[in-house]
């Protein structure tokens, strides 16, 4: 075996530079082709998260005919709501367990004054306010009260990624 | 030419050809993605259209009810369109529950294998029977 003088070593240095830059570029260029494949999968979710809070805003609550975000308004702010609370809270679970995407919570909340409404599913979710990856809408419920005063209470419904353990 | 020389005209033949190959892959891989995201997008503009237009229930009065889906409209449904240029065809059904889950369809083409597919499902109000009912709709997109 030929001895290794500096000029070797500095040839040696040189290829194992290469080496390396080879390693690093592979890996950037692998991981930066991902990105509009995950770009897309947020749209997606941006889009679910649209589409269950209109769900939300027209589907009924079974066996009543009054939608969950206007039941839910009427339960923040009404002493005799048209849906009681408890089957409510119960109907809307359900529904949230069947319409949320796989991987993901939901949480609806509502508030007028100091009166507030939450829900979240899976219970203990929480509210997903500082979750990575969140995808929120906002909208309103307008509510005629007994006197005629007619106001709008704002609905925040959000699909945040649950954390891993 | 000494022995070390060629050792190391070899190795930087190497990772010269190493770098070309993991640079056609990577690009290779890039379009295959993008390609992918693509599908992805024409997938949600199918599901907003069948959402918000191509489905959606029309009251008596001729209002259109966005997000509230008719299931009189599936069966009469094209299930070939053009978006972007490009056309994708596509299968659709509806779930929901009602003393547990029934589903409609699927209507449209049978997916072929072989090819990337996409698969999206949202929530939608249904009406069924006077009353707007949670459902899913699920999409299976494909290039034609």
């Given at each position: 075996?030929?001895?290794?003088?500096?000029?070797?070593?500095?040839?040696?240095?040189?290829?194992?530079?290469?080496?390396?830059?080879?390693?690093?570029?592979?890996?950037?260029?692998?991981a930066?082709?991902?990105?509009?494949?995950?770009?897309?999968?947020?749209?997606?979710?941006?889009?679910?998260?649209?589409?269950?809070?209109?769900?939300m805003?027209?589907?009924?609550?079974?066996?009543?005919?009054?939608?969950?975000?206007?039941?839910?308004?009427?339960?923040l702010?009404?002493?005799?709501?048209?849906?009681?609370?408890?089957?409510?809270?119960?109907?809307?679970?359900?529904?949230?367990?069947?319409?949320?995407?796989?991987?993901?919570?939901?949480?609806?909340?509502?508030?007028?004054?100091?009166?507030?409404?939450?829900l979240?599913?899976?219970?203990?979710?929480?509210?997903?306010?500082?979750?990575?990856?969140?995808?929120?809408?906002?909208?309103?419920?307008?509510?005629?009260?007994?006197?005629?005063?007619?106001?709008?209470?704002?609905?925040?419904?959000?699909?945040?990624?649950?954390?891993?353990? | 030419?000494?022995?070390?020389?060629?050792?190391?005209?070899?190795?930087?033949?190497?990772?010269?050809?190493s770098?070309?190959?993991?640079?056609?892959?990577?690009?290779?891989?890039?379009?295959?993605?993008?390609?992918?995201?693509?599908?992805?997008?024409?997938?949600?503009?199918?599901?907003?259209?069948?959402?918000?237009?191509?489905?959606?229930?029309?009251?008596?009065?001729?209002?259109?009810?966005?997000?509230?889906?008719?299931?009189?409209?599936?069966?009469?449904?094209?299930?070939?369109?053009?978006?972007?240029?490009?056309?994708f065809?596509?299968?659709?059904?509806?779930?929901?529950?009602?003393?547990?889950?029934?589903?409609l369809?699927?209507?449209?083409?049978?997916?072929?294998e072989?090819?990337?597919r996409?698969?999206?499902?949202v929530?939608?109000?249904?009406?069924?029977?006077?009353?707007?009912?949670?459902?899913?709709?699920?999409?299976?997109?494909?290039?034609?």
């Open positions: 075996m030929a001895h290794l003088n500096n000029d070797g070593v500095a040839d040696v240095l040189a290829m194992a530079f290469m080496f390396v830059m080879l390693v690093l570029a592979a890996v950037f260029m692998h930066y082709s991902l990105r509009p494949l995950r770009a897309a999968t947020d749209r997606q979710l941006e889009l679910k998260s649209e589409h269950l809070y209109m769900t805003d027209l589907a009924w609550v079974d066996p009543y005919n009054v939608s969950f975000l206007r039941a839910t308004a009427e339960n702010l009404l002493e005799q709501p048209i849906v009681p609370g408890p089957h409510l809270r119960s109907a809307m679970e359900n529904v949230f367990e069947y319409l949320c995407p796989p991987r993901y919570a939901v949480a609806v909340s509502l508030s007028y004054d100091n009166a507030l409404w939450e979240s599913w899976p219970e203990g979710a929480g509210l997903g306010v500082g979750a990575d990856k969140q995808f929120t809408r906002q909208g309103g419920v307008r509510l005629t009260l007994a006197g005629g005063e007619n106001i709008a209470v704002p609905v925040t419904v959000r699909i945040f990624e649950i954390a891993e353990a | 030419m000494t022995l070390t020389q060629i050792l190391k005209t070899l190795v930087t033949c190497i990772l010269v050809i770098f070309l190959l993991v640079t056609v892959s990577a690009y290779q891989q890039h379009r295959t993605l993008s390609e992918l995201a693509e599908l992805s997008d024409a997938t949600s503009s199918i599901a907003t259209r069948l959402s918000v237009d191509e489905l959606a229930y029309v009251d008596n009065g001729g209002k259109l009810h966005m997000y509230t889906l008719d299931p009189s409209k599936l069966e009469g449904l094209s299930a070939q369109w053009e978006i972007g240029g490009e056309n065809e596509f299968q659709v059904s509806v779930r929901y529950e009602a003393g547990g889950e029934r589903v369809g699927p209507y449209g083409s049978i997916p072929p072989g090819k990337a996409c698969s999206f499902t929530a939608n109000a249904l009406y069924e029977n006077d009353r707007f009912l949670p459902a899913k709709l699920s999409v299976i997109v494909w290039r034609t």
